[in-house]
């Protein structure tokens, strides 16, 4: 499990959040997409994915976003998932947390 909490230097663009979009079809099986949009502004995105679900909520009014991935793949680097993702954003600062859950330790990147 990856846990990625992103505050930006600047405006979260739709730009960016296409990027990350894209990222996510492009590295996983992506089975299901839904959203929700919140007035006056911000997104919650969740992607049902073959390996499990992940989902990205924007608070652009705070310049932030969180990413969140539950994924259990031996061939998974949440590591390198991690550096991927934070080179779309312009990134001020950021905090990771990667868990492993429901699996013997070593099992899962």
């Not at 990856?2 to 505050?7: A, Y």
């Not at 663009?13 to 492009?26: P, R």
């Not at 959203?35 to 679900?53: D, M, V």
């Amino acid at each position: 499990m990856l846990t990625l909490d992103i505050w930006l230097e600047s405006e979260l663009k739709e730009s960016y959040l296409t990027a990350l979009e894209g990222y996510v079809f492009k590295e996983f099986t992506v089975l299901k997409v839904t959203k929700h949009e919140f007035e006056p502004i911000g997104l919650t995105k969740i992607f049902i994915l073959s390996e499990s679900h992940c989902a990205i909520h924007t608070y652009p009014e705070n310049n932030f976003l969180s990413f969140d991935l539950f994924i259990c793949n031996e061939n998974i680097d949440l590591e390198n998932v991690t550096a991927e993702i934070l080179n779309i954003f312009p990134v001020s600062q950021h905090q990771t947390n990667i868990l492993n859950r429901g699996i013997p330790l070593g099992k899962c990147k």
